[in-house]
């Protein structure tokens, strides 16, 4: 099996040393949520040789590639195919070695799924629009432009893909499914394309690229499996262990901040109450005011690291 790396692993050094103190307690175990092809978990086995590793990841087909390159540290990894949120819903279901020490989150898509999955990530490609991480279940992205009301589908674009010409580019895909289905990422470019202003088209970005993010977020259901797994990866976490979350638009990086501020902060009681009625005491403390963000030596290397932040947390 052809097996060249695609992806490049975000901020790599920068994850290292934020997970570090937790990765050299003892016994240590890290669990990285996104496995993808496994450039943040192989530094990591490569750094720490006494660390276990469980991998989670809910694409099969980059799993084989994955595990292929993590072979050399077989006994000390497990990969498990699944979406995180079921896993932090039910560790119960899986044999942990301990608590983990350490957790990971790399909320990007890995490169391998705009250039070799052949499932429509792209609008610089001609292929199905499907956009499933997991192709085996769900709804796809061709159900959800040729299904939707027209209201429905504007509402998924604006939301997720914070697209401002998302009613105008809704009427134009329910125009054209009126006469043919829509089909293809090389079809819907072409909509998105021509139904936004002439300024607009040939802007900085794509113009189809917040409507696909929109699609993909829609399809994969990936704001609700963060907002759901946070607060559970950090009662699974070990006293003194470390989580890391990398993120690549601002939707993502809201729920992130936001949860680990909540969590830092303890007590919720309202603004205007004299006192603390609520005994809440703060479960994790902040690592850094502010993210990190990837070098300009980084950024020339791998472009899609331009928009990425990390953010750190350690329980208490």
């Known amino acids: ?17 934020l997970l570090r103190p937790a990765a050299e307690l003892k016994s240590s ?6 496995l993808g092809e496994g450039g943040h978990s192989e530094l990591f086995l490569k750094t720490f040789p006494e660390l276990q590793l469980v991998g989670l990841d809910r694409d099969n087909e980059i799993l084989e590639r994955t595990r292929y390159r993590l072979a050399p540290f077989n006994n000390r990894v497990t990969i498990i195919n699944t979406w995180f949120d079921d896993f932090f819903t039910k560790p119960d279901m899986y044999e942990l070695s301990g608590q983990p020490t350490c957790i990971l989150f790399d909320l990007g898509i890995s490169i391998f799924h705009y250039e070799a999955s052949g499932r429509g990530f792209s609008f610089n490609k001609d292929e199905p629009l499907d956009m499933r991480l997991n192709n085996e279940e769900g709804i796809t992205a061709e159900f959800v432009v040729n299904t939707y009301g027209k209201d429905q589908l504007a509402d998924v674009i604006y939301q997720y893909g914070e697209e401002r010409y998302s009613r105008r580019i809704s009427a134009a895909i329910c125009k054209r499914r009126g006469t043919k289905a829509v089909q293809t990422s090389a079809d819907l470019a072409d909509i998105i394309k021509g139904a936004v202003p002439r300024d607009y088209r040939y802007g900085r970005i794509h113009p189809a690229t917040r409507t696909f993010q929109a699609l993909r977020i829609e399809v994969n259901g990936e704001l609700n499996r963060i907002e759901q797994t946070l607060d559970r990866a950090i009662e699974l976490l070990k006293p003194g262990g470390r989580i890391a979350v990398i993120s690549f638009h601002s939707l993502e990086d809201r729920i992130v901040k936001q949860t680990f501020k909540r969590l830092a902060k303890g007590c919720v009681c309202p603004p205007e109450a004299p006192r603390c009625v609520c005994d809440g005491v703060a479960a994790v403390k902040l690592l850094h005011k502010k993210p990190f963000r990837a070098s300009e030596e980084e950024i020339t290397v791998n472009p899609a690291s331009r928009s990425a932040k990390l953010r750190g947390v350690e329980k208490l």
Do not use: A, F, R
């Open 1 to 17: 099996m052809e097996n060249k790396v695609l992806h490049y692993s975000v901020m790599p050094q920068e994850v290292l040393e």
């Open 29 to 34: 175990l890290m669990i990285d949520c996104t």
